[in-house]
């Protein structure tokens, strides 16, 4: 599932994230394996480490990097700290 979170163009918010997060997770007081439900993907301009560690706390499993913005550099730090929390990020070309 693909979650806008990006407030200014977008209207979207780390809120929406994480009611699509409870949506996807049974109410019987356990989560759905990872097996069962779908992946939540934050879909914002992720440009810092920060965003990523955020993205996870608020309940996505992976988050988008789009090429257009980001130097090569950076792209390469963030999908090293999005697979260090066993993320696997979306890079858009």
């Given at each position: 599932?693909?979650?806008?979170?990006?407030?200014?163009?977008?209207?979207?918010?780390?809120?929406?994230?994480?009611?699509?997060?409870?949506?996807?997770?049974?109410?019987?007081?356990?989560?759905?394996?990872?097996?069962?439900?779908?992946?939540?993907?934050?879909?914002?301009?992720?440009?810092?480490?920060?965003?990523?560690?955020?993205?996870?706390?608020?309940?996505?499993?992976?988050?988008l990097l789009i090429?257009?913005?980001?130097?090569?550099?950076?792209?390469?730090?963030?999908?090293?700290?999005?697979?260090?929390?066993?993320?696997?990020?979306?890079?858009?070309?």
């Amino acid at each position: 599932v693909s979650v806008l979170t990006e407030p200014r163009w977008f209207k979207g918010s780390l809120e929406d994230m994480t009611s699509v997060r409870l949506c996807t997770t049974t109410t019987e007081g356990t989560s759905s394996s990872s097996s069962t439900r779908p992946a939540v993907l934050r879909k914002e301009f992720t440009t810092s480490k920060y965003q990523i560690t955020e993205a996870l706390a608020r309940g996505a499993d992976t988050i988008l990097l789009i090429v257009a913005v980001l130097p090569q550099h950076l792209l390469k730090e963030l999908i090293d700290h999005a697979r260090s929390f066993g993320m696997e990020p979306l890079v858009e070309v």
